[in-house]
T-cell receptor
Framework: GDSVTQMEGPVTLSEEAFLTINCTYTATGYPSLFWYVQYPGEGLQLLLKATKADDKGSNKGFEATYRKETTSFHLEKGSVQVSDSAVYFC????????????FGRGTSLIVHP | EAEVAQSPRYKITEKSQAVAFWCDPI?????LYWYRQILGQGPELLVQFQDESVVDDSQLPKDRFSAERLKGVDSTLKIQPAELGDSAMYLC?????????????FGQGTRLTVV
């Protein structure tokens, strides 16, 4: 079945450091890929998405490129802020009719001043 | 800005009691999802509705869980009887249509603690 694998956290960085959170997937067909962010005690918010191979999603300084050849969708940011501290979830919607969003386990990011 | 509304935000219940959660999706969103999120893990789908019809409930523990969306708008998820292992965050999400390219919009969730 469809699945998403994320790097384990927590990822701990100093402010202004470069961020990479790895995400790889297994899916039938050509899925759409998403990154969501969850702040403590809150629901998930869409951060960015890409719907076809080689698309780059971007928002709030975060970027991710849909790499079909490596089945990856790694999240990057050039300079993180303390306010970026949250849990980040990679997700996909694949074919099969019902297009159920499938999520990874999440990666916690902690940014220190 | 339109939001997915969920209530209550927090619920503490005793083992073997019944508990219910309510969700009101964004107006016009035909697709509604209920997810369960255990602390430290990603959301796992319990049930998906398209309008008032169940599309997928293969992961819903039907001996104790039920979900309905009678008029194709708001939805209720019920647990009876609750067990200790049901303690989790229950998230409702909606999307305009259940298509591959459309994202899901999440509510703030209901944090359930079973004691």
């Amino acid at each position: 079945g469809d699945s998403v694998t994320q790097m384990e956290g927590p990822v701990t960085l100093s402010e202004e450091a470069f961020l990479t959170i790895n995400c790889t997937y297994t899916a039938t067909g050509y899925p759409s890929l998403f990154w969501y962010v969850q702040y403590p005690g809150e629901g998930l918010q869409l951060l960015l998405k890409a719907t076809k191979a080689d698309d780059k999603g971007s928002n709030k300084g975060f970027e991710a490129t849909y790499r079909k050849e490596t089945t990856s969708f790694h999240l990057e940011k050039g300079s993180v802020q303390v306010s970026d501290s949250a849990v980040y979830f990679c997700a996909l919607k694949a074919g099969g009719g019902s297009y159920i969003p499938t999520f990874g386990r999440g990666t916690s990011l902690i940014v220190h001043p | 800005e339109a939001e997915v509304a969920q209530s209550p935000r927090y619920k503490i219940t005793e083992k073997s009691q019944a508990v219910a959660f309510w969700c009101d999706p964004i107006s016009g969103h035909a697709t509604l999802y209920w997810y369960r999120q255990i602390l430290g893990q990603g959301p796992e789908l319990l049930v998906q509705f398209q309008d008032e019809s169940v599309v997928d409930d293969s992961q819903l523990p039907k001996d104790r869980f039920s979900a309905e969306r009678l008029k194709g708008v708001d939805s209720t998820l019920k647990i009876q009887p609750a067990e200790l292992g049901d303690s989790a965050m229950y998230l409702c999400a909606s999307s305009f249509m259940g298509q591959k390219n459309t994202e899901a919009f999440f509510g703030q969730g209901t944090r359930l603690t079973v004691v």
